[in-house]
């Protein structure tokens, strides 16, 4: 039995929720372990099977379309882009910064501070 879709977002909307669909239950049925090893490809695939059909062309679904698995594609594109693996320590300090009323100029002069201090050798006064 075939399905018919109006459009090839359509298709590729449905595509990335079965893909996502069973990337879970294998994802579920892992060990503990293996769960937390896969997690960001868990969390990537999630969100890529989420927003994609929304922000893509056409013609852009219908390329996607032709990949053996647009879902892993996409979402091991992403973790490139912006996976845990990638440095976030300025994100990550600026967030911080922001909650805490901080402000970016502050943050520039306390960072230089800490590699002034830290640049110093044990022996060094």
């Known amino acids: 039995m075939s399905v018919e879709y109006d459009s090839a977002i359509e298709e590729l909307a449905q595509v990335?929720?079965?893909?996502?669909?069973?990337l879970a239950r294998g994802w579920e049925a892992?060990?503990?372990g293996k769960r937390q090893e896969d997690l960001e490809n868990i969390l990537a695939a999630r969100n890529v099977a989420a927003?994609?059909?929304?922000l893509v062309t056409e013609s852009d679904?219908?390329?996607l379309l032709a990949l053996d698995d647009p879902l892993k594609a996409v979402a091991d594109q992403w973790l490139k882009l912006t996976g845990l693996d990638r440095p976030q320590d300025?994100?990550?300090i600026h967030c911080?910064?922001?909650l805490c009323g901080g402000t970016?100029?502050?943050?520039?002069?306390?960072?230089?501070k800490r590699q002034?201090?830290?640049r110093r050798g044990p022996m060094t006064r």
């Open 104 to 112: 970016p100029q502050r943050d520039t002069q306390q960072a230089a």
């Open 51 to 54: 927003k994609l059909q929304d």
């Open 61 to 63: 679904a219908v390329a």
């Open 30 to 32: 892992s060990t503990p």
């Open 90 to 92: 300025e994100a990550l």
């Open 116 to 118: 002034k201090t830290h």
């Open 96 to 98: 911080v910064r922001t």
């Open 16 to 22: 990335l929720a079965n893909r996502f669909a069973r």
